[in-house]
């Protein structure tokens, strides 16, 4: 009868036991630097933000205690301190946080760079493109921002019409150029980007 090897490979029902439920040291590893990317993103914001979010308590105290050191050396400590704190508690929900956070961030950013362009185009549009400019504007606001006919107004919260936006347009680039403080440049801008988010 022939020898049996001494080494074969394991029946796929054999290796289904408790190695595959054990993660491997490479995905350990990969899991602790995600959880140290996601506690120094936590020491990224301010204090006031830390205290909105929903944290563990000994996660927001040591966030604070964080934010008051000073030292290099001392934050490098309360750092790995907030990473053994991190490994103790579940990460999705404070995850689900910081990118619902990211994404509410990019989203206002987004709504800044647009109410800069339009006012740029407004106030270097040639003076018959003016009107026209204007009015695609006022089309392109949010369907929730644009008046209905028979809706009530609060005081004070008028939606801008066109012959409005025009004549803060015209004042914008009467100031631009005349070199003087820009009041009615960030009038305009203040109200497009009101127009574009309401």
Same mark, same amino acid.
């Given at each position: 009868?022939?020898?049996?090897?001494?080494?074969?490979?394991?029946?796929?029902?054999?290796?289904?036991?408790?190695?595959?439920?054990?993660?491997?040291?490479?995905?350990?590893?990969?899991?602790?630097?995600?959880?140290?990317?996601?506690?120094?993103?936590?020491?990224?914001?301010?204090?006031?933000?830390?205290?909105?979010?929903?944290?563990?308590?000994?996660?927001?105290?040591?966030?604070?205690?964080?934010?008051?050191?000073?030292?290099?050396? %001392?934050?490098? #400590?309360? =750092?790995?301190?907030?990473? /053994?704190?991190?490994?103790?508690?579940?990460? $999705? @929900?404070?995850?689900?946080?910081?990118?619902?956070?990211?994404?509410?961030?990019?989203?206002?950013?987004?709504?800044?760079?647009?109410?800069?362009?339009?006012?740029?185009?407004?106030?270097?549009?040639?003076?018959?493109?003016?009107?026209?400019?204007?009015?695609?504007?006022?089309?392109?606001?949010?369907?929730?921002?644009?008046?209905?006919?028979?809706?009530?107004?609060?005081?004070?919260?008028?939606?801008?019409?066109? %012959?409005?936006? #025009?004549? =803060?347009?015209?004042?914008? /680039?009467?100031?631009?150029?005349?070199?003087? $403080? @820009?009041?009615?440049?960030?009038?305009?801008?203040?109200?497009?980007?009101?127009?574009?988010?309401?």
């Amino acid at each position: 009868m022939p020898r049996k090897n001494q080494y074969q490979w394991k029946s796929s029902d054999e290796a289904d036991g408790f190695d595959s439920l054990t993660p491997s040291r490479s995905e350990k590893k990969r899991q602790s630097i995600a959880l140290q990317n996601m506690g120094e993103e936590l020491t990224r914001l301010g204090p006031q933000e830390v205290k909105s979010l929903d944290l563990p308590a000994d996660l927001k105290e040591a966030l604070t205690l964080y934010s008051r050191i000073g030292d290099h050396e %001392g934050r490098r #400590r309360q =750092m790995q301190f907030i990473g /053994r704190v991190m490994r103790e508690i579940d990460p $999705a @929900p404070i995850r689900a946080m910081l990118d619902a956070r990211r994404e509410v961030s990019a989203a206002a950013t987004a709504a800044l760079h647009k109410a800069e362009q339009w006012r740029d185009r407004l106030l270097s549009a040639d003076e018959e493109e003016l009107t026209d400019l204007v009015e695609t504007l006022l089309a392109t606001r949010p369907k929730a921002a644009q008046p209905a006919e028979d809706a009530p107004v609060a005081a004070g919260e008028k939606p801008l019409e066109a %012959g409005e936006l #025009r004549t =803060m347009a015209l004042a914008a /680039r009467k100031e631009a150029a005349g070199n003087s $403080a @820009p009041h009615a440049r960030r009038a305009l801008f203040r109200a497009i980007h009101k127009m574009l988010t309401d």
